[in-house]
């Protein structure tokens, strides 16, 4: 996430020099590429930075409108991370589902992979073991087809753990 923000940033009018961000901003507006945003919010909210995310998140979402662009799929699945962020998991979740159901054949494969990769990480976290997996394995079956090893490899690690119980305490009475 480190790297992405510190790379990422420039284009979206984050820190640095005013004239920059003002220049960058206006070719946002102006219709210069914007697919890599998404990606600068999601290495935002890995980091801990919720409110420039949500802040980010809102402008993509303006931009995207008024572009008439359908970055919906993406946006719904990052405003799911914040939602998780923010404690709420049930809204986490339904947003994440929403998300799913919204990315078409017209949505980058990596950007589907993370949807239900992001969708599996919550429902695990929610206690939902067969959810997570399904989630999961639907995320590694569109890595595949493209052969993204740096991806599949983190997703490995999660299912690995997606169907693993939680351990319980074990109360011995003496």
């Known amino acids: ?9 420039p284009l979206a009018g984050i820190g640095g020099d005013q004239q920059i961000s003002d220049a960058m901003a206006r070719g946002r507006e102006a219709g ?7 990606w600068l ?3 935002l909210l890995d980091r801990g930075e919720t409110a420039t995310a949500a802040s980010q998140l809102d402008d993509l979402e303006r931009v995207t409108t008024a572009r ?3 970055f919906r799929a993406r946006t719904t699945g990052l405003r799911a991370l914040l939602a998780a962020r923010g404690g709420d998991h049930e809204q986490a979740i339904a947003l994440g589902q929403e998300a799913v159901a919204l990315a078409g054949p017209d949505d980058p494969i990596l950007d589907r992979a993370q949807l239900h990769h992001t969708l599996g990480q ?3 976290a929610t206690g939902d073991p067969d959810g997570a997996t ?3 394995r639907a995320a590694h079956q569109l ?4 052969q993204a ?14 169907g693993q119980p939680r351990r319980r305490e074990v109360r011995r009475g003496r």
């Open 143 to 146: 890595l595949d087809t493209v």
């Open 122 to 124: 919550l429902l695990a």
């Open 41 to 43: 919010i999601r290495a």
């Open 149 to 162: 090893e740096p991806f599949t490899e983190r997703l490995a690690a999660d299912l690995r753990t997606a």
């Open 32 to 38: 210069s590429g914007i697919i890599w945003w998404p």
């Open 1 to 9: 996430p480190d790297q992405v923000v510190a790379h990422l940033s």
């Open 68 to 70: 008439q662009l359908d």
């Open 134 to 136: 399904a989630q999961l």
